[in-house]
């Protein structure tokens, strides 16, 4: 099973993992959304998708899926990744130099992205991050490198968390289990990222479009 198949097909994945672990699956969902958003070098597991399916999953009584409980996992998953991954920002700048093997594992052009939108957006990137792939994975990096004060950084970190996955938990417990939407689950997965990385791709093609015009 490769990473592309288990991101588009995250729904046939996941009943297969209730199926499988039962009640250890709730623990399974926490470590996905927390390494996802936790730890700088895996920005490529699904995090939008695999709430959307759970949730949609926990609408059925046939997969005993609490979405409640799953509501929770998610949140308090989000919550502790960001905040540990701001704590691996916050170390790389003050002792990161010193390890050059770690600085090798980071996504250079993922970074400078976050980057941008950081320094475009201040604070509220931290909310707003969170509904772009990649990019909400290295903002918390970004924002613990930039020594942000963690009050205002948890301050956002929680809003962000709630919004996120109360969005995407009501998309799923509410329109997943359509017949239309199982038919094409896949699609809507895709369609889902397109929505997502459509606002930094707008704001990348207004600033060449500017910087053209200034140049002219």
Request: net charge neutral; aromatic share 16%.
């Amino acid at each position: 099973m490769n990473l592309i198949d288990f991101i588009l097909h995250i729904d046939d994945h996941l009943i297969t993992l209730v199926n499988t672990f039962g009640n250890w699956s709730y623990l399974i969902l926490f470590a996905i959304i927390f390494i996802e958003t936790g730890v700088v070098i895996f920005p490529f597991l699904p995090g939008d998708s695999l709430v959307f399916a759970a949730c949609a999953m926990a609408a059925s009584p046939e997969y005993h899926l609490n979405i409640w409980l799953c509501y929770l996992i998610f949140i308090f998953a989000a919550i502790i990744g960001d905040s540990s991954n701001y704590e691996i920002g916050h170390w790389s700048e003050n002792k990161g130099a010193q390890h050059s093997w770690f600085n090798k594992l980071i996504n250079e052009e993922h970074r400078k992205a976050a980057e941008n939108f950081f320094d475009s957006h201040g604070g509220i990137t931290i909310l707003l991050g969170r509904f772009i792939p990649f990019i909400r994975t290295f903002v918390p990096f970004v924002a613990g490198a930039s020594k942000m004060h963690y009050k205002t950084f948890l301050t956002y970190n929680i809003l962000g968390a709630i919004c996120w996955v109360t969005l995407f938990s009501a998309l799923g417990y509410f329109f997943g289990n359509i017949p239309i939407v199982q038919d094409h689950f896949s699609l809507i997965v895709i369609g889902i990222i397109f929505i997502s990385v459509l606002p930094p791709l707008i704001m990348w093609l207004q600033k060449k479009i500017v910087l053209k015009k200034e140049l002219r």
